[in-house]
């Protein structure tokens, strides 16, 4: 799926985004997996009543090597400012996580910017952050608009926050249909 010339040997920020079911994060793990031993933050926080979701962190954990070394439900701001390990870290997934964050700050019906603290310790982190570094987000912004405040709520902080981590990594790619489009 990848073109290995299609990464800078020197970018260790790359953003990848795509829609739901677009293949953003299977082109995440491998090029995660060509920058040597992985270490996977996977930022689901898995309810056991959701089987859907389940079945879906289920795909996901199928299809990660063994050898990866996986950090499950964890705070990537906190991970990402202790000391790298080697090879690279796939951070997936940035919109998991803010719907996480959103849920711990009882954010859906507050105003606005609530969770501003939460999106600038992880933009600082990664902005920061000495070691290779691979981050999965969707796009969401492409569609209607949300009939919902708490879907119109989501895709305007998704937005403003991808655009703030496009500006920080090196690289950044948009998956559309499995394909991969080179933004930056």
Known sequence: MLDHSSTSSRA?????????????????????????????????????????????IARHRDRRPADWTVLESADPARVLTAAPPAGTTLLDDVGTWLTGRIDARAAWDAPRGTIAPDADALVAAVAVYPGRLVIVTPEVGMGVIPATRSGRLFRDEIGTLNQRLAQTCDEAFFIVAGLPLRLK
């Open 12 to 56: 260790h920020r790359i953003l990848v985004l795509g829609g739901a079911r677009s293949g953003k994060s299977a082109f995440a793990e491998v090029l995660a997996a060509e920058g040597g031993p992985v270490r996977y933050i996977a930022t689901a926080i898995p309810d056991p009543a959701d089987l859907d979701f389940a079945e879906r």
